[in-house]
């Protein structure tokens, strides 16, 4: 992959954006879950781009680098040597305090039997086998497992948030780890840890339906073992099915997949207006019944569609060479 600095990022924190330590699987037939929640269109597509020929900026770097950071961060809090200390200043009592141990050995956990487990970065890998004899492995690595309670955290807009449409894939993400790790994770929620990084004050105080605080445990509920299990060999089934075949043979991403906003119905009582797309509206609507009535009701100007934008393509890895992304943006 050939990098750019066509934004000027200083040196510093451009080294720092392109120092990776994950343990990528490079195996054609091993797909994580994360990757699992994407859509299968950009999976496909994304695999049949060499290395060699994708481009990056450093600047693009930077949401994923400060999740990392995040995450890093968290798991050196737990593994640090005054974790007890830390456990006691919280009000938790000795026997907790001093029994967490961070990622024990199983002869370790025989040993002590008063251990109290931290699973942090555990990465756990299932081998699933589909009617073809197709052997397709499945992995994932948790951030944190406590007490049976799955741990995920997200660094992420209060938008997101507020809006909720990401809630089914916090479940089956969770659900996934959950499949890979039945022996440690017994809760029905993944407990999403969410740090927002656009959070206000203000805001706060004014709505009472925004976050009150830049840090919040949202709990999920995860979908069930049998339904994990039934999407996970649904999903290889198809990538099996469609890896080899032609675009227009796979699927479209979906609107959801693509995080489409919805249509906007603009209404110009001048429709020369509605020609110059610097012009204001003079009024929007959300459904095209609604405009369509009001200028009836007004009696003159014209209503214009403005289609929802495909917000995920710009962060998809198959831009280049999806003809989907095309029509849209001829649109």
Not at 21 to 42: F, R
Not at 56 to 62: K, N, P, R, S
Request: a negative charge; glycine letters at 4%; one cysteine or more.
């Amino acid at each position: 992959m050939d990098i750019t600095n066509d934004n000027g990022i200083s040196l510093p924190l451009a080294v720092w954006l392109l120092h990776d330590e994950y343990d990528y699987n490079n195996n054609e037939k091993y797909i994580s879950a994360t990757s699992l929640l994407k859509a299968t269109k950009q999976i496909i597509l994304s695999k049949r781009i060499p290395s060699s020929d994708r481009t990056a900026d450093v600047v693009d770097f930077l949401a994923s680098r400060f999740g990392h950071a995040v995450h890093d961060s968290i798991e050196k809090a737990w593994r640090s040597d005054k974790l007890p200390s830390m456990m006691k200043r919280l009000g938790y009592p000795d026997k907790v305090a001093d029994n967490l141990v961070v990622n024990p050995s199983d002869e370790f956990l025989a040993a002590n039997p008063d251990t109290i487990p931290v699973w942090i970065e555990q990465r756990s890998i299932k081998e699933v086998t589909l009617p073809d004899g197709t052997k397709w492995k499945i992995g994932g690595k948790f951030d944190m497992v406590l007490d049976g309670r799955l741990f995920d955290t997200k660094t992420t807009s209060v938008y997101a948030y507020l809006k909720g449409s990401k809630d089914d894939d916090y479940g089956l993400q969770g659900g996934i780890y959950k499949w890979l790790n039945e022996d440690k994770i017994t809760s029905e929620h993944v407990f999403i840890q969410f740090l927002f990084t656009d959070w206000q004050r203000s805001q706060s105080k004014q709505n009472p339906n925004y976050p009150q605080h830049k840090a919040l445990e949202y709990p999920v509920v995860m979908p069930s073992h049998a339904d994990v299990e039934s999407f996970i060999i649904g999903k290889v089934h198809e990538l099996s099915r469609l890896w080899d075949a032609p675009e227009d043979k796979i699927p479209d991403c979906t609107d959801k997949e693509l995080w489409r906003s919805e249509p906007q119905f603009k209404y110009y009582s001048d429709p020369e207006k509605a020609k110059d797309p610097n012009a204001r509206s003079s009024k929007n609507f959300d459904n095209l019944a609604e405009a369509n009535a009001h200028m009836n009701e007004k009696g003159k100007g014209t209503v214009v569609t403005k289609l929802g934008e495909p917000k995920a393509c710009e962060y998809c890895p198959a831009f280049d060479i999806c003809k989907q992304k095309d029509q849209y943006f001829a649109q």
